[in-house]
């Protein structure tokens, strides 16, 4: 079986695992997992707001799996969407805030560039402390996951205006104006009022550029020498420590983005969050089912984005939307042991071969 045949059934054979044991676990708690599935695909994809819903939800996924992607490419584990994320969405919407009244051309460019560098910020710490100091990645992102997190805090209730945050609460600022609003009328009415907006197009150009720098530029060359052996591509002349911090730099600008797309095209405003955010390590798993390629980060963020936005339908049989987050899990959990599935399928295609030139000699 070559390469490519396991690229694609691996996710697809881990998926299938992922809904059985959803299916188990729902017949052992005594739910129908049939009408279970039907109603979280009807809640997802039923109507032109569900699929307007499904897509925005995409966007965000996209991004921080492509962030993900970056890193793990170049041989690093970027646990720090969440945080990079973060730090993009509550810097474009401080700016966004404190300038309501700039030209919609111009806000929503300079939003976009704010929250790609600060996130980009976020992924430079790390990337040159592992590079010069050979500090684990894994340990600085989740660090900075939870500095970030309380510094955002800290900075909506003490660093930001009185007049951007909302009346008699400092846990939340004011909605964003129309002109910073990622959200346009014709794909709003295209989806019956869904949150649909322009975030995805975003995200799918994104995804355009990080296919193409992976297969045609020298910092997709680089980045993917280096994640395969830095010893040799130092010897090749690639600078492998700047590499990485480039690499990471790429990745927490994506995940800034990430959060950007999250907060003009859904969120509207800054809340104050009590925990990581969700597209940070759910955009890990998108990219760990997509192969870390932009084609399978593609569809794996549909399927995740399906997950998402139709589990709350599954409570019209009252089965609890946490059993999508278990599907979600074990889909994960068979993507991580794939070795298992790649040692199964070549076994069982030499079997059938095998029981086939049985037959083919008692013919003879």
């Known amino acids: 079986m070559n390469s490519n045949t396991k690229k694609i059934l691996v996710p697809l054979i881990a998926i299938f695992f992922g809904f059985v044991l959803g299916a188990i676990i729902m017949l052992a708690f005594g739910y129908n997992p049939i009408w279970g599935y039907e109603d979280l695909f009807i809640s997802a994809l039923g109507n032109a707001r569900a699929i307007g819903e499904t897509l925005q939800t995409t966007g965000p996924l996209i991004l921080t799996a492509l962030s993900f992607a970056v890193a793990m490419k170049a041989g690093l584990f970027n646990i720090g969407m969440s945080g990079q994320a973060l730090a993009g969405w509550i810097t474009s919407m401080w700016f966004a805030l404190s300038f309501p009244d700039l030209p919609r051309i111009l806000l929503i460019p300079l939003v976009v560039i704010i929250g790609m560098f600060f996130g980009a910020l976020m992924g430079f710490i790390p990337g040159v402390l592992r590079a010069l100091l050979g500090t684990s990645e894994v340990i600085t992102t989740i660090m900075l996951n939870y500095i970030i997190l309380f510094f955002s805090t800290f900075m909506i209730h003490d660093m930001f205006q009185k007049d951007i945050l909302m009346a008699n609460t400092t846990d939340q600022t004011k909605l964003i104006s129309a002109n910073a609003s990622f959200r346009t009328q014709w794909m709003s009415s295209l989806t019956n009022n869904s949150t649909l907006n322009i975030g995805l197009i975003i995200a799918l150009i994104a995804l355009v550029i990080m296919a193409i720098v992976f297969s045609k530029t020298t910092l997709g060359f680089e980045i993917k020498a280096v994640g395969l052996n830095p010893d040799a591509s130092e010897y090749a002349g690639i600078s492998a420590k700047r590499t990485i911090v480039m690499a990471m730099v790429v990745a927490g600008a994506l995940a800034g983005l990430g959060g950007v797309v999250y907060g003009f095209g859904y969120m509207q405003n800054f809340v104050s969050q009590s925990g990581s955010l969700d597209i940070g390590f759910n955009g890990m798993a998108v990219a760990l089912l997509g192969g870390n390629n932009p084609v399978g980060i593609l569809f794996a963020g ?61 013919k003879a």
């Open 302 to 362: 549909l399927l995740f984005s399906v997950l998402q936005t139709g589990a709350p339908g599954m409570m019209n049989d009252s089965i609890p939307p946490q059993i999508v987050q278990v599907v979600t899990a074990a889909i994960i959990f068979f993507i991580a042991i794939r070795f298992v599935i790649e040692v199964i399928l070549p076994k069982a295609k030499a079997s059938k071969a095998a029981e086939s030139a049985k037959k083919k000699g008692e």
